[in-house]
């Protein structure tokens, strides 16, 4: 399986981005998809993800902003980013894993697939 993340740049607070994550194969269909986000010095954080039945669960920080939706058909997945602030700085990655239970939702290291990630600035 193998994720390629874009659409990342810089952007002024309030402003917004889409973020991208183009699949090999049938993967977003399949598997649980997830996108992370990490800030200088700090661990990596969950963001968002969708389970293969289109249950979707968001970080508290986010909610209400950002919205992860897919395409199967393309198999990518987006990540819609609106009302931008500084402290969502931070390089993104999409993640995926086949065999994810929700208890592990949140954590990084349940996942088993990794894009390289793309860098969001929000400017204040």
């Known amino acids: 399986v193998q994720l390629q993340a874009s659409g990342g740049g810089l952007v002024q607070a309030g402003g917004s981005l889409r973020l991208s994550c183009a699949t090999s194969?049938?993967?977003?269909?399949?598997?649980?998809m997830a996108w992370f986000r990490q800030a200088p010095g700090k661990e990596r954080e969950f963001v968002t993800a969708?389970?293969?039945?289109?249950?979707?669960y968001y970080a508290d920080s986010v909610k209400g902003r950002f919205t992860i939706s897919r395409d199967n058909a393309n198999n990518t997945v987006y990540l819609q980013m609106n009302s931008l602030k500084p402290e969502d700085t931070a390089v993104y990655y999409c993640?995926?894993?086949?065999?994810?239970?929700?208890?592990?939702?949140?954590?990084?290291?349940?996942?088993?697939?990794w894009g390289q990630g793309t860098q969001v600035t929000v400017s204040s």
């Open positions: 993640a995926a894993d086949a065999r994810l239970i929700l208890s592990s939702l949140r954590l990084a290291n349940a996942y088993t697939y």
């Open positions: 194969g049938r993967t977003v269909s399949r598997y649980t």
């Open positions: 969708m389970f293969r039945s289109a249950n979707i």
